[in-house]
């Protein structure tokens, strides 16, 4: 760090204290030379001001100049009065109302070299600081310790957060403040950034940016670990997105997992356009997780996680990951991104849990939304019953059932299929169905009358209306 002490112990500027002896121990951050009488728009925080004094020509104008360095803040001001007789005496006096140290330059000393001494001490500030940050991290400093140690080496507090805004670590437990902002590195689907509490000089932006790039380093090395001990889980999250093995097969690709048999446990699969992000997304959306949480890729475009939610899962729990994720969306270069939310279940349903995992996707694309987030307990029972039956099984009852009315409805181009359709999903009310289709009720049961006789089955009956609408369920 260089301090405005610093400056005054380089024996070839010879610089002579005036004034601000106990402001000493201010960082000098970069130098500006100026000899404008208002300065005050170009000034930064922890700048060295160096000035000839062209701009004083009698006493009462040092005070704008001195208030406007101490207002952005300034380090200290280094003044040459060789064409006055030497420093002013007012500025003196400003400097000392102002706390702005006041450093005087021989007359003989040209600017040129105090810059390039400055400069050069900001440099090797500058480098030494990023071999210390370098140090930390080969000693294996995990990101909470590094941010603490940049912190220390940029004066400033700062923060990694993720796209989602999501506080990831920090050098202190307060809320984060994005004064310079800089990508950390790697290649995700979900960014991270650091974010720093100060506007940086030319000096300290390299170190930062050298803090940013070992965070990224340090975010590999915890995705490595992280995917070390996901893979235990591998078969079990393959066994639940196949549907295949036994059931004694399950259970030993459960126990590799740790988990206790009566564990509640969500099962959750992410859908994307065949990108690869899946399995990031859902870490992502279960960031902070009390529980343990098994994440992995299953097929081409889809991932899955198993999550011991314990005796809680947040109500909003879909809610919340749908406003998380449509955050993201401006960054994720890729379609539509589907999530479905099974269980709870201990291991003995979790077949079922994966199930309902799947219904809950297919009813997140009927939305047609870019993000959508549904939860198992979003369907009807109904619809994960038909969903839950192999594809032949429903197709020939879909046929079954509604055989005779489809082909009525091609041939004689009616549309009876959707006065039934209504019709049950108004509960059997004549009236509400006949409101609902914008035709006379006994219209409406003319209509159902015929859909009966071609249907073979009596719409007024409930054991029937069950059979004919899980069948109108099932997709042609």
């Known amino acids: 760090m260089t301090l405005v002490r610093t400056l005054l112990g380089i024996p070839e500027l010879r610089l002579r204290l005036l004034g ?91 600017f ?61 437990g307060g809320p984060p403040r ?48 992280r995917s070390a001990g996901m893979r235990v889980a591998a078969p079990l999250l393959h066994l639940l997105g196949t549907s295949g093995g036994g059931n004694a097969e399950l259970a030993t690709a459960f126990a590799a997992t740790g988990l206790a048999p009566d564990t509640q446990l969500r099962v959750l699969l992410a859908r994307t356009s065949g990108a690869p992000l899946g399995a990031e997304l859902l870490c992502e959306l279960l960031a902070g997780h009390p529980g343990a949480v098994f994440v992995g890729e299953v097929g081409t475009g889809e991932a899955y996680a198993l999550v011991d939610t314990g005796a809680h899962w947040p109500d909003d729990w879909a809610a919340t990951a749908t406003r998380t994720l449509r955050e993201l969306d401006p960054v ?50 109904h619809r994960l019953l038909v969903g839950g039956a192999p594809d032949a099984l429903r197709q020939a009852l879909r046929e079954r059932v509604l055989g005779r009315l489809l082909e009525y409805d091609d041939g004689q181009h009616t549309d009876l299929v959707r006065t039934v359709r209504v019709f049950l999903e108004c509960s059997g009310s004549p009236a509400r169905a006949a409101r609902a289709l914008h035709v006379h009720v006994n219209t409406l049961r003319y209509r159902i009358t015929r859909a009966s006789e071609l249907l073979g089955v009596d719409l007024t009956d409930f054991r029937g209306q ?11």
């Open 20 to 110: 601000g002896e106990d402001l000493l121990d201010r960082e000098v951050s970069r130098i500006y030379v100026t000899e404008l009488p208002d300065p005050s728009r170009y000034l930064s925080a922890g700048e060295l001001v160096l000035s000839g004094l062209l701009w004083w020509r009698e006493p009462g104008d040092a005070e704008p100049f001195v208030a406007a360095l101490a207002q952005a803040g300034c380090a200290a001001l280094a003044a040459s009065g060789a064409d006055s007789g030497g420093v002013p005496a007012d500025l003196v006096a400003a400097c000392t109302r102002h706390r702005i140290p006041l450093l005087e330059v021989p007359p003989d000393l040209s």
């Open 112 to 172: 040129a070299v105090i810059t390039e001494r400055v400069v050069l001490a900001l440099a090797t500030e500058s480098e030494g600081a990023r071999k210390r940050l370098l140090s930390a991290a080969a000693e294996g400093a995990a990101l909470p310790d590094l941010l603490a140690h940049g912190a220390r080496e940029l004066g400033a507090d700062c923060w990694v957060l993720s796209a989602t805004g999501r506080v990831v670590a920090g050098s202190t």
């Open 178 to 225: 994005r004064r310079t902002v800089l990508p950390v590195g790697g290649r995700h689907a979900v960014p991270w950034v650091l974010a720093v509490d100060a506007d940086l000089s030319p000096a300290a932006a390299e170190v930062a940016e050298e803090l940013a790039g070992l965070a990224g380093l340090a975010r590999s090395r915890e995705d490595e670990v």
């Open 332 to 381: 994720l270069a890729a379609g539509p991104v589907l999530v479905g939310v099974g269980g709870p279940a201990t291991v003995s349903g979790l077949r079922g849990a994966a199930e309902e995992a799947r219904q809950a996707v297919v009813a997140a694309a009927r939305r047609q939304e870019r993000v959508a987030v549904v939860s198992g307990e979003e369907i009807g029972v």
């Open 466 to 476: 069950v059979d004919v609408y899980l069948a109108l369920l099932i997709e042609g």
